[in-house]
């Protein structure tokens, strides 16, 4: 079983001219059953051309149409991305996974705000992520494929470096992933920790979760009050917070990743956690043995 994104989901690439954009689409196309699921691009200059055999489209919608694509990944320069993000949900896809970093905060507020007050389904991954892979069926997103195995073990983390660190620790251990999910280090964004949470715990192919967060923001906070009070299958959970060390008021690599206002410590995190029955650690080397013990 996965979460988000199976063999059988449909993939359009927004920014699939750019550079980044066409070294993307042909790495997740040559995984697992990618060739069969990038199906379209999308770039208004360059409709009724092709990369690499994937036709391009003008919209996301006349590519929906087209090739039956529900979900979207994008890889737009940052001062276009809040538009392309948008023009996806408006053509109603499933999911939306957006890698560019750097799109001002402003847009992603009103790109929040849209989707809302638009009583939108679709589903929003990042900006400012990885990505999602459910091993040996697809990866849309820029993560090394080869160091992922199939498994039942859930993750979900703010850090794409991180998640790869624990999916390499979960893979030398034998234990392969269910589905991983980089929700991206932005302060506004789509999925959050307990959204993810709450869809593996649902998930009857995983068995347990490795959840990793940094500082900033009571995201982590909030999806470990949920698993303690209002969860009804729970599953083993493992948690890792990057940034014990950082100091108040300084931005740690991600634009999320800053303790304001005395609030948002690695510290206070991994109490949180602690206290609501999520298994921590301090050192990241240890996630992998450390879920492995709970099993």
Known sequence: MSILIDRNTRVVTQGITGKTG????????????????????????????????????GSVAEAKRATGANASVIYVPPPFAAAAILEAVEADLDLVICITEGIPVRDMVEVRDRMRKGGHRTVLVGPNCPGVITPDE??????????????????????????????????????????????????????????????????????????????????????????????????????????????????MGHAGAIISGGKGTAQEKLEVMDACGIKVTRNPAEMGRLLKSVL
């Open 22 to 57: 066409q070294f993307h689409t042909r790495m997740c196309r040559e995984y697992a059953s990618g060739a069969e699921c990038f199906v379209a691009g999308v770039n208004p200059k360059k409709a009724g051309e092709s990369f690499e055999g994937i036709p391009i489209y």
């Open 138 to 251: 697809i990866k849309i997103g820029i993560m090394p494929g080869h160091i992922h195995k199939r498994g039942r073990i859930g993750v979900v983390s703010r850090s794409g470096t991180l998640t790869y660190e624990a999916v390499g620790q979960l893979t030398e251990l034998g234990l392969g992933q269910s589905s991983a999910v980089g929700i991206g280090g932005d302060p506004v964004g789509g999925l959050k920790h307990k959204d993810v949470l709450e869809r593996f715990m649902n998930d009857p192919g995983t068995d347990a979760v490795i959840m990793i967060g940094e500082i900033g923001g009571s995201d982590e906070e909030a999806a470990a009050q949920w698993y303690a009070t209002e969860c009804s299958n729970r599953k083993p959970v493992v948690g890792f917070i990057a940034g014990v060390t950082a100091p108040p008021g300084k931005r």
